[in-house]
């Protein structure tokens, strides 16, 4: 039996019907995996961060090439999952009024196979999901900005289990809707439903059963999504709450660390960073960031605050760490810091406040105000190396630029392009 007819099987077996009909009964081959995957939020490591080489390190005046533009795909923030031959996104279906997930053709866009997630929910920000789908061996996991948690298998979007995490533990809906990105981590799916006793959940990943729930932790969630790491042999996983940085012990919950200064009362949105023990936290809305210090005995891990700088409070787009230097905007205002003392190396207003990733040497920044654009990471200075516009959407550009494959991807609401990026 193969392994995709025995993931089905599993499937079959073990849990619920399928909510939307199938597209195709056959699915297309799955190519193998590419050196350069970006399976989920923020890349393989969840640092932003690609390993990718071979990339142009100057663009044309109109930018790179194009080599695909798809539209009508639905509205939503999230940013692509790309793995092998296949693009994973989360969108709306206006017409069923519904939150749904869709497999692309990575060679020209073309959609695959579409799946209900769950109902549709807006704000004054739009509608739809803000999340990125994650990849886990032949499982896609999916969150909505309603709380509908679901697991479906990549290939042909068969659906393995499904459950809503404000629902099951008692967490309330926030004001711009939930817009984490699902964390697989050995064999747990992790979420924040930010319910009683219940901030952040670990799940079974394979059936969707509770694990466990984080007693110590009520915190209500913030728009971060988690991340987890070995701190001197402790498992940890991470997020920014509504009110805290925090850090739960990855083996059952327990409650490590929780650092109210780095959080706003408004929205906490930026994904730590971490490296050498250290974690990094950062939010907007007058607030700032702060480096803390960890260290385990005896199974557990305390934190202690090693700086904390105004000269990083980051709204929405997050920051990277590249070579010991954090990159990321200050409100409105590109910066690059010292990690490990948070001194300011230079500041530029580049293409405008937004989100960016690295690779091979360069920054790749989405602003948002509809404008692309490429830059040196180096704490020399702010050095431009290309900037292009795209359509605006008539709503903020929010998604995250994605590097795979030689292939920069980007999304805005519904439309979805690739440009070649590959040096010739």
Same mark, same amino acid.
């Given at each position: 039996?193969?392994?995709?007819?025995?993931?089905t099987l599993?499937c079959?077996?073990?849990?619920?019907?399928?909510?939307?009909?199938?597209?195709a009964?056959?699915?297309p081959?799955?190519a193998?995996a590419a050196?350069?995957d970006?399976? $989920?939020?923020? =890349?393989?490591?969840?640092t932003?961060?690609?390993k990718?080489?071979?990339?142009?390190q100057?663009?044309?005046?109109?930018?790179?090439?194009?080599?695909?533009s798809?539209?009508?795909?639905?509205?939503?923030?999230?940013?692509p999952?790309?793995r092998g031959?296949?693009?994973f996104?989360q969108?709306?279906?206006?017409?069923?009024?519904?939150?749904?997930?869709?497999?692309?053709?990575?060679?020209?866009?073309?959609?695959?196979?579409?799946?209900?997630?769950g109902?549709?929910?807006?704000?004054?920000? =739009?509608?739809?999901?803000?999340g990125?789908?994650?990849?886990?061996d032949?499982?896609? +996991?999916? *969150?909505?900005e309603?709380g509908?948690?679901?697991?479906?298998?990549?290939?042909?979007?068969?659906r %393995?289990?499904?459950?809503?995490i404000?629902?099951d533990?008692?967490?309330? $809906?926030i004001?711009?809707?939930? !817009?984490?990105s699902?964390?697989?981590d050995?064999?747990?799916?992790?979420?924040?439903?930010?319910?009683?006793?219940a901030?952040?959940?670990?799940?079974?990943?394979?059936s /969707?059963?509770?694990?466990?729930?984080?007693?110590?932790? !009520?915190?209500e969630a913030?728009?971060s999504?988690l991340?987890?790491?070995d701190?001197?042999?402790v498992?940890?996983?991470?997020?920014?709450?509504?009110?805290?940085?925090?850090?739960?012990?990855?083996?059952?919950?327990k *409650?490590?660390?929780?650092?109210?200064?780095?959080?706003?009362g408004?929205?906490?949105?930026?994904t730590?960073?971490?490296?050498?023990?250290k974690?990094?936290?950062?939010?907007g809305?007058?607030t700032?960031g702060?480096?803390?210090?960890?260290?385990?005995?005896?199974?557990?891990?305390r934190a202690? $605050?090693?700086?904390?700088?105004?000269?990083?409070?980051?709204h929405?787009?997050g920051?990277?760490?590249?070579?010991? +230097?954090?990159y990321g905007?200050?409100?409105?205002?590109?910066? %690059?810091?010292?990690?490990?003392?948070?001194k300011?190396?230079?500041r530029?207003? !580049?293409?405008?406040?937004?989100? *960016?990733?690295?690779?091979?040497?360069?920054?790749?920044i989405q602003s948002?105000d509809?404008?692309?654009?490429?830059?040196?990471?180096?704490?020399?200075?702010y050095?431009?190396?290309?900037?292009?516009?795209?359509?605006? $959407?008539?709503?903020?550009?929010?998604?995250h630029?994605?590097?795979s /494959?030689?292939?920069? +991807?980007?999304?805005?609401?519904g439309?979805?392009?690739? +440009?070649?990026?590959?040096?010739?």
């Amino acid at each position: 039996m193969t392994h995709f007819r025995l993931l089905t099987l599993l499937c079959a077996l073990g849990f619920g019907a399928h909510i939307a009909p199938r597209w195709a009964e056959i699915p297309p081959p799955q190519a193998p995996a590419a050196a350069f995957d970006w399976p $989920q939020w923020q =890349g393989p490591d969840r640092t932003g961060v690609s390993k990718e080489t071979g990339l142009l390190q100057q663009w044309p005046a109109s930018g790179p090439p194009l080599l695909w533009s798809v539209s009508g795909l639905g509205a939503g923030y999230g940013s692509p999952a790309v793995r092998g031959d296949r693009i994973f996104l989360q969108a709306t279906h206006a017409g069923e009024r519904a939150s749904v997930v869709s497999a692309l053709n990575r060679a020209d866009g073309k959609v695959v196979w579409t799946r209900s997630v769950g109902r549709l929910v807006s704000n004054d920000r =739009g509608p739809g999901p803000r999340g990125t789908p994650t990849l886990d061996d032949d499982r896609l +996991y999916v *969150l909505t900005e309603n709380g509908d948690l679901a697991c479906f298998i990549a290939s042909n979007g068969d659906r %393995c289990w499904q459950r809503n995490i404000l629902a099951d533990f008692g967490g309330r $809906q926030i004001h711009w809707l939930i !817009s984490e990105s699902p964390l697989v981590d050995g064999n747990n799916v992790y979420v924040t439903p930010g319910g009683p006793r219940a901030g952040i959940v670990a799940l079974d990943k394979m059936s /969707g059963k509770t694990v466990w729930t984080s007693q110590q932790l !009520s915190d209500e969630a913030g728009y971060s999504s988690l991340i987890a790491a070995d701190v001197q042999g402790v498992r940890v996983i991470m997020t920014l709450t509504s009110s805290a940085g925090v850090g739960v012990r990855a083996s059952d919950g327990k *409650l490590m660390w929780r650092h109210t200064p780095v959080a706003n009362g408004t929205a906490n949105i930026a994904t730590p960073v971490f490296h050498d023990n250290k974690v990094f936290y950062t939010s907007g809305y007058g607030t700032g960031g702060a480096l803390l210090g960890l260290t385990a005995q005896a199974g557990e891990v305390r934190a202690q $605050q090693i700086y904390f700088t105004r000269e990083m409070q980051n709204h929405h787009g997050g920051v990277v760490l590249v070579n010991g +230097y954090l990159y990321g905007f200050n409100n409105s205002i590109l910066t %690059c810091l010292d990690f490990a003392t948070g001194k300011m190396q230079w500041r530029d207003r !580049s293409v405008g406040k937004g989100s *960016l990733v690295y690779a091979d040497g360069h920054l790749y920044i989405q602003s948002e105000d509809q404008v692309i654009g490429l830059a040196e990471a180096s704490p020399a200075g702010y050095k431009e190396k290309g900037r292009f516009r795209i359509e605006d $959407q008539g709503l903020p550009s929010w998604a995250h630029p994605v590097v795979s /494959g030689g292939r920069l +991807y980007v999304r805005d609401q519904g439309r979805l392009a690739a +440009y070649n990026i590959r040096r010739q």
